[in-house]
């Protein structure tokens, strides 16, 4: 796989990312969409439901995002229960490992591996977006390399 195709994928694949943050946060405001996304809202206040049409129904704000991240275990656990707490739980541990991982895997064992020289010796930088990304796995790194003692000790 070439660099290059791999930031085309990312870009798309953030584009499709905020198509869709968009879409929820237009969709979860209609009225017909109550029942959906605010089940329980919708049979405590079954009575007040308005149908006036409003321009702020159809723009997006992402508001809604720092509300769902924003709840106690307490206020998750009453409004949603146990398994909600639990997989908020589950999600956070994940987030906390999966950037751990990464931060030591772009800071120290990217770097290692492309500068290894068993796959080519080429180290121009302006050459990255064509290489490949074989030259930053594991294979690139020399037989008997010191570069694990050296970092680490």
Same mark, same amino acid.
């Given at each position: 796989m070439i660099v290059s195709a791999l930031f085309t994928s990312v870009?798309?694949?953030l584009g499709l990312c905020f198509l869709f943050f968009t879409l929820y946060s237009i969709l979860r405001k209609q009225p017909k969409n109550v029942p959906v996304y605010a089940p329980r809202l919708f049979h405590e206040r079954q009575s007040q439901q308005r149908d006036d049409f409003s321009l702020e129904? /159809?723009?997006p704000s992402p508001g809604?995002?720092?509300?769902?991240?924003?709840?106690s275990e307490d206020e998750l656990l009453s409004d949603s229960g146990f398994?909600?707490?639990v997989f908020m739980r589950i999600f956070i541990f994940s987030l906390r490992v999966f950037t751990f991982a990464g931060?030591?895997?772009i800071l120290v064992l990217l770097p290692i591996n492309y500068?290894?020289?068993? /796959?080519?010796?080429d180290y121009?930088?302006?050459h990255l977006p064509y290489k490949t990304l074989d030259s930053f796995s594991i294979s690139n790194v020399n037989n008997g390399s010191n570069w694990s003692t050296t970092i680490f000790h």
């Amino acid at each position: 796989m070439i660099v290059s195709a791999l930031f085309t994928s990312v870009g798309i694949n953030l584009g499709l990312c905020f198509l869709f943050f968009t879409l929820y946060s237009i969709l979860r405001k209609q009225p017909k969409n109550v029942p959906v996304y605010a089940p329980r809202l919708f049979h405590e206040r079954q009575s007040q439901q308005r149908d006036d049409f409003s321009l702020e129904r /159809l723009l997006p704000s992402p508001g809604w995002l720092k509300r769902a991240w924003q709840p106690s275990e307490d206020e998750l656990l009453s409004d949603s229960g146990f398994d909600a707490v639990v997989f908020m739980r589950i999600f956070i541990f994940s987030l906390r490992v999966f950037t751990f991982a990464g931060i030591i895997g772009i800071l120290v064992l990217l770097p290692i591996n492309y500068l290894g020289n068993q /796959l080519t010796a080429d180290y121009d930088i302006s050459h990255l977006p064509y290489k490949t990304l074989d030259s930053f796995s594991i294979s690139n790194v020399n037989n008997g390399s010191n570069w694990s003692t050296t970092i680490f000790h």
